[in-house]
């Protein structure tokens, strides 16, 4: 008997719900214990203790952490996630300015991950220890050793030497004279107000720190893609369609391509994380203007409130992006699910 897909979904939803109860916990707490006065660094040296005691009691730092912790938490059920001392406006609506972009950025990265990885991962184990496969795996080797920031600015610089029209800072040309739409995504935007233009420039803006971003994720899955491809390569019921004469682009393309993606697909959920931390340098590297870059000013600024809301929001990120890989994996493979149902 197998188990009800949308049971298996709530669990893994429960489950979620109390990851992200331990880790809204875990980042009240450091938040707040690391060295630094948030009051004191909001009004600046100059301000008077006075001062310096009222803002503290306006920001609820004078009462115990447990009761901070439930306050907290009381107003973020209800979408109130404080104010950011950095800009002096509630944090949602930093947030709702900021998430828009880092989304965009970390999708098209993911894009490019896996139209890149998959080909090469399969090419490479295809023509396995020929000319293709050494260049695949020199190329997932430097993608798996270099820092994401290292590419973003070797690309800054190769755009600025060799390309000198191409952007390189920003999410579009200023000139175009584009507000942004619903969605906070340029690409979806601009295409919705008809306007070509800015979606081609939001394209042009996106390129280099998209790649500079899915260069680490490119050498991880091109490696595990092939080694995938190598090892179910040699199963028995790929070996009988061999025999029987099935063509090999048949056997790759039907066969292995599917079986092998599971292992991908897993790593897909953690490396979505991976690519909300890289997001944080490229977002500085390139101006983007993401939340990941207003995450990074907020922890440097002590801002509670805001380090609290960008860790909460990359958590859900990254919840999601599992519940997501979980249920493709639960479709190509068929043992999870019976496995699920046991």
């Known amino acids: 008997m197998q188990q009800n897909p949308f049971l298996a979904i709530l669990t893994r939803l429960g489950t979620f719900l109390l990851v992200m109860i331990v880790l809204s916990i875990m980042i009240f707490v450091l938040a707040r214990v690391v060295p630094g006065d948030p009051a004191r660094m909001a009004l600046g040296p100059t301000a008077t203790p006075e001062q310096v005691g009222a803002l503290r009691t306006q920001m609820g730092l004078d009462q115990s952490l447990g009761v901070q912790y439930l306050s907290y938490m009381s107003g973020a059920i209800r979408g109130d996630l404080g104010m950011s001392l950095m800009s002096q406006r509630p944090v949602t609506a930093d947030l709702g300015q900021t998430v828009p972009a880092t989304v965009e950025l970390v999708l098209v990265a993911v894009i490019i991950m896996f139209a890149v990885a998959i080909p090469l991962g399969v090419m490479t184990a295809h023509f396995r220890d020929g000319w293709v496969d050494h ?42 004279q584009f507000s942004g739409g619903p969605t906070g995504l340029m690409l979806v935007d601009s295409l919705l107000a008809g306007r070509f233009d800015v979606f081609v420039s939001a394209l042009q803006h996106l390129a280099l720190p998209a790649i500079a971003l899915a260069m680490a994720g490119i050498g991880q899955i091109t490696r595990i893609t ?65 939340f990941a870059s207003y995450g990074l000013n907020a922890i440097l600024q002590k801002d509670l409130n805001a380090v609290t809301a960008v860790v909460l929001v990359s958590g859900l990120f990254f919840i999601a992006a599992n519940l997501v890989v979980d249920i493709l994996i639960s479709i190509l493979d068929p043992r999870m699910r019976r496995k699920e149902a046991s």
């Open 226 to 290: 092939r080694s995938a491809m190598l090892e179910n390569r040699r199963k028995d019921h790929v070996l009988t369609l061999q025999s029987f004469g099935v063509p090999e682009r048949v056997i790759i393309f039907r066969y292995l391509l599917k079986l092998s993606s599971i292992a991908p697909l897993t790593i897909m959920g953690l490396e979505f994380a991976s690519l909300i931390g890289n997001a944080f340098v490229i977002e500085m590297v390139f101006s983007w203007g993401g």
């Open 135 to 176: 260049v695949g795996r020199l190329v997932s080797l430097i993608g798996v050793t270099i820092p994401s920031f290292l590419f973003a600015i070797s690309l800054q610089l190769v755009a600025a030497r060799h390309f000198g029209d191409w952007p390189i800072i920003g999410r579009m040309d200023h000139a175009l």
